[in-house]
């Protein structure tokens, strides 16, 4: 019987749960449900049949939890598979290489689908909105009560929101579970604006956008997103400080995060592109949202180029800081693995340089949905703030 249910999920590749638990021991053997399912499991594992296990008994909290994250994971993962991605910009920016990602590869492991888009195209999209709706959109966004600081001019302003507003509706009606936004060059040199401001009013809707046409943020963001059922507000950051003393990792990125991660008792800005300003002032564009991040557990994560077939994940805390760049800044605690060991393996494996804050620990839940979808969970390197490159075996 065990054989035939393994040949039968072999070819119907249905996600199996095994569930065992303990039984009343000391009188006559009645059921011997772990070896039971030892001997079941044996099986399968033998006719390669793929499968997630728990013992535990019933009615517990660990039963639960496991249950809530296996249905949670394998309906993501059945979401996925018939979901398409959309790139704006058609490709990664000038010289971002690790932001790229082999499409083969995707839908062998998501089964998610890619479909590429020109600038234009969207921006296009965005006239059919009138101008006193967008117009109204500003005025609400820079006398919102947590705008402590606007430096942006009326006309970027209004661009940028019509192209929040464009990004979203295109993706609505393209039923795109998430955007790769390609927001620079082009954004600046051709329409004159900075486009984080608008792929952080498109998060605050729900639709994850990641920045500089990043495949492997975008997945990664997806992915959190979906397992979450939407609570993982997850937003891409560089990993730009080590404190390895006191175990701290400063995050940050230019100015691209939903406001629905704003700190409480805190503001955000409206201003200019920090490093246009930079370089120059005067010929700087707008619109960026910088503000600190909310404090609480989270998780960082990222799907690794060109084949996202690996991923190098860990568990934290937000915690109190300044704001130590501009943009949107968080300071992390990671609280399963030392910070110099983060930046030890990224720096020695020459990982990628985006990773993406989710809310809450949801390492695991990752981890399941990497099981189901062949992918290799990176291992840590000893803690260093020195070292050498190591090889990385990636099974494609």
Request: hydrophobic share 40%; charged share 25%; net charge negative.
């Amino acid at each position: 019987m065990a054989l035939a249910l393994g040949n039968w999920l072999r070819e119907n590749k249905i996600p199996l749960l095994s569930w065992s638990h303990d039984e009343i021991t000391g009188g006559r053997l009645t059921a011997n449900r772990l070896c039971g399912q030892n001997f079941l499991l044996n099986i399968l594992n033998s006719v390669e049949v793929k499968y997630s296990w728990v013992f535990d008994r019933p009615k517990s909290k660990q039963l639960d939890i496991v249950l809530d994250k296996f249905i949670r994971v394998v309906s993501a993962k059945k979401r996925m598979q018939h979901a398409t991605i959309l790139m704006v910009g058609g490709m990664r920016v000038p010289g971002f290489y690790d932001c790229e990602l082999n499409e083969m590869s995707i839908a062998k492991h998501f089964g998610l689908s890619v479909d590429r888009v020109d600038i234009e195209t969207v921006w296009k999209h965005g006239e059919k909105f009138k101008k006193e709706d967008v117009d109204a959109i500003v005025q609400k966004l820079i006398n919102s009560k947590s705008c402590k600081f606007q430096g942006v001019t009326e006309r970027e302003l209004f661009l940028s929101v019509r192209f929040s507003l464009a990004i979203a509706d295109y993706t609505r009606k393209g039923e795109y579970i998430g955007v790769a936004l390609k927001n620079w060059p082009e954004l600046f040199d051709n329409y004159q604006i900075a486009g984080d401001g608008a792929g952080a009013l498109v998060q605050d809707l729900g639709i994850p956008v990641a920045d500089e046409s990043d495949m492997g943020a975008l997945i990664t963001m997806v992915t959190m997103n979906e397992i979450s059922n939407g609570n993982a507000l997850p937003t891409l950051t560089d990993m730009s400080i080590l404190n390895d003393k006191e175990n701290k990792l400063g995050m940050w990125h230019c100015g691209g995060s939903p406001t629905k991660l704003l700190k409480k008792g805190t503001g955000f800005e409206v201003r200019n592109h920090s490093i246009l300003d930079n370089y120059d002032e005067e010929q700087s564009y707008g619109m960026l949202l910088e503000f600190l991040l909310e404090k609480g557990d989270i998780t960082i994560a990222k799907y690794q180029y060109p084949h996202a077939s690996s991923m190098l994940s860990f568990e934290g805390e937000i915690i109190d800081s300044p704001m130590r760049f501009r943009g949107a800044y968080g300071e992390v605690n990671p609280k399963n693995v030392a910070a110099s060991s983060v930046v030890g393996t990224i720096l020695s494996s020459g990982l990628d340089h985006h990773w993406i804050i989710g809310r809450g620990h949801i390492q695991e839940d990752l981890k399941e949905f990497n099981h189901w979808a062949n992918i290799e969970n990176l291992q840590f390197v000893a803690p260093g703030t020195t070292g050498r490159s190591i090889q990385k075996n990636l099974n494609y």
